[in-house]
C-alpha cells in the first residue's frame, strides 16, 4: 500500500475528516528495513534503498518515496537539457531520489533533510550510486537542513556562498505549521541566487486548506508562485492531482 493510501486509512480509522493532516510520533514503530527498489523515469532508471512499508508500520515521510518526488523527476529529466552546468539544493530530499536523478544531469547537488535517520539512508543512497559509477564523487553531498534552524543554513551558504542556480523539493507541504518555514528558507536561498534562479516544487494537492496556505505564504514574502502549465497529472491511481510550481523572487 503506497503511503498516500495509508495516511488515509490512518485518517479513516481515527475518525479524521478528508481535510485533516495526520501527524504521528516519529518513535511508533519505527522501520528501518532498507531494501534496494528500481525507479525509471524516461531513460534514467535509479536504485534506492527505502522501505518495504505495510499498513502497520510506522515510517517517517522521508523514508518513503512520494509521489511528488516522481512527478518533479519526471519533469527535470524532461528538461535535461535546461540543467547542465546548474547548482541545486533540495530541501527535504528524504530518500533523495530528486536529488540523485538531478545529479546525473546537473553540476552538484547538495541534498537536505533535518531527520537524522532520514540523513543516514540518504547518504546510503549517495554511497551507493558512487559505488555502483552511476555518480562521480562530488556531484552529491548530503547536509542537515532543519528549516527552523538559521545556522544550518547559514553553514550550506558559507560552504556554497555562490548561491545556487535551483532550488527545489518534493511532496515537501504535507504539514500546515512547516509552510511559513519552508517559504522563508526558499526566500533565503533566492536571495542569495543569481538573477533568474528559481525554486521548482513537485506539489501533491491532499487538502484545499494546503493549497491555500501555500499560495498566501509565497504571497507574504514577495514570491511569484505560479503552476506550470502541462504539469497537472492524477496521482496515487487518481485520488489525488499534483502539478509543478515554480517559484521565483520578485524584482
Not at 536561498?189 to 506539489?203: D, E, I, M, R, V
Not at 504539469?231 to 515554480?246: A, D, L, M, N, Q
Request: charged share 20%; proline share 3%.
Amino acid at each position: 500500500m503506497e503511503a498516500d493510501q495509508r495516511l488515509s486509512v490512518l485518517a479513516a480509522t481515527s475518525g479524521l475528516d478528508s481535510d485533516d493532516e495526520v501527524s504521528l510520533d516519529a518513535s511508533f514503530f519505527l522501520n528501518e528495513n532498507y531494501q534496494l527498489q528500481t525507479f525509471t523515469f524516461d531513460t534514467e532508471s535509479i536504485e534506492l534503498y527505502c522501505l518495504q512499508s505495510s499498513l502497520t508500520d510506522y515510517d517517517l515521510t522521508g523514508q518513503l518515496v512520494w509521489p511528488g518526488a516522481e512527478l518533479l523527476a519526471e519533469y527535470l529529466l524532461q528538461r535535461r537539457s535546461q540543467m547542465k552546468g546548474l547548482s541545486v539544493i533540495e530541501l527535504g530530499a528524504g530518500l533523495g531520489l530528486t536529488g540523485l536523478l538531478c545529479a546525473r544531469l546537473c553540476e552538484h547537488v547538495v541534498i537536505t533533510d533535518y531527520n537524522d535517520t532520514i540523513l543516514k539512508v540518504m547518504q546510503m543512497n549517495v554511497d551507493h550510486q558512487v559505488s555502483t559509477g552511476a555518480l562521480p564523487v562530488s556531484s552529491a553531498e548530503v547536509q542537515k537542513l532543519d528549516w527552523s534552524v538559521d545556522e544550518h543554513l547559514d553553514s550550506i551558504l558559507e560552504k556554497h556562498p555562490q548561491g545556487f542556480d535551483l532550488v527545489m523539493g518534493a511532496d515537501i507541504c504535507y504539514q500546515r505549521s512547516y509552510v511559513p518555514l519552508l517559504f522563508r528558507t526558499i526566500r533565503r536561498l533566492l536571495n542569495q541566487q543569481k538573477p533568474g534562479s528559481a525554486a521548482l516544487l513537485g506539489y501533491v494537492s491532499r487538502w484545499r486548506s494546503m493549497d491555500t496556505a501555500v499560495c498566501v505564504e509565497a504571497a507574504k514574502l514577495d514570491l511569484d508562485i505560479k503552476e506550470v502549465p502541462g504539469t497537472r497529472k492524477p496521482v496515487v491511481s487518481g485520488v489525488y492531482e499534483g502539478w509543478i510550481y515554480e517559484i521565483t523572487a520578485k524584482l
